[in-house]
């Protein structure tokens, strides 16, 4: 069983920066796609950036350019930098991994918000 922590949540105002960390435990198995996925207030849970154990990274369309996925395999963690930030950010953000055996996780959620 992997228990995922995310921390670096908090309140920022527009155009500016946050790093949020997930650091993944419990479990002797590695871990493959690792990912950012948000919930904004009154929608649903979408995907922000996804990184491979390779680290080939992708990005929604609203996020391109503003944020950065990276990922630390030997400490199982995973970041987001987040730069540029908008009200549009405001949400609360998730943690997810798959391990190498295929089974999947979720953090408990950190929240973030932009606001002046």
């Known amino acids: 069983q992997v228990q995922l922590v995310e921390s670096g949540g908090g309140l920022v105002q527009p155009g500016g920066s946050l790093r949020l960390s997930c650091a993944a435990s419990g479990s002797a198995f590695s871990l493959n796609t690792m990912a950012w996925y948000r919930r904004a207030p009154g929608k649903e849970r979408v995907v922000v950036a996804t990184?491979?154990?390779?680290?080939?990274?992708n990005y929604a369309d609203s996020v391109k350019g503003r944020f950065t996925i990276s990922r630390d395999n030997a400490k199982k963690t995973v970041y987001l930098q987040m730069n540029s930030l908008t009200p549009e950010d405001t949400a609360i953000y998730y943690c997810?991994?798959?391990?190498?055996?295929?089974?999947?996780?979720w953090g408990q959620g950190t929240q973030v918000t932009v606001s002046s």
């Open positions: 990184i491979t154990s390779g680290r080939s990274a």
């Open positions: 997810y991994a798959v391990d190498a055996r295929y089974f999947a996780y």
